[in-house]
């Protein structure tokens, strides 16, 4: 009897979860769509596939002016460059993105559990998000340049 109620608990557990994922699952892949069809292969491989571009790469680590940082898919507005901070680590990186830019998953690739996040526009993948910036906010946006085009304030 105890055996069964345990099945019983493990399954209805089993259940929750699907309930609770795959609606987010559904909505994920609904929301990603390629808009722009200049598109490199590497920006498709990085902003469809999870893939990462090689550190130090980006011309946009250098980018010190003022302006705002677009998804280089949809053209949505993601950060402002007053968020902007040098990491060292060769990644463009921002201590905040502008409210509702970016929609989280959580990333179990290579054996961590990371903090992904999507343009909550096209849903094309960015970079993640760690919990050593410097800002008040504690936050580090880890972007990938590639997926960003910058727009100086004129
Ligand atoms: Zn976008």
């Known amino acids: 009897m105890k055996n069964f109620r345990r099945k019983f608990l493990k399954l209805l557990g089993l259940s929750y979860l699907s309930v609770v994922l795959l609606p987010y699952n ?9 808009i722009n069809p200049k598109l490199t292969e590497e920006q498709k491989k990085i902003m469809f596939n999870e893939s990462t571009e090689r550190p130090f790469s980006s011309p946009l680590n250098n980018e010190k002016r003022k302006g705002f940082f677009h998804c280089v898919n949809c053209g949505a507005k993601l950060f402002a460059s007053n968020a902007k901070f040098d990491s060292g680590t060769g990644w463009p990186s921002f201590t905040e993105s502008l409210p509702g830019a970016f ?3 959580i990333d179990y ?15 094309a993948h960015h970079g993640h998000i760690f919990d050593d910036g410097p800002g008040s906010t504690g936050k580090r946006f880890c972007n990938n340049g590639l997926c960003l085009i910058f727009k100086p304030e004129s």
């Open 26 to 34: 559904l909505l994920y892949s609904a929301t990603k769509k390629i």
């Open 103 to 105: 929609k989280t998953k």
């Open 109 to 123: 690739s290579f054996g961590m559990r990371r903090i992904e996040y999507h343009c909550a526009n096209c849903g």
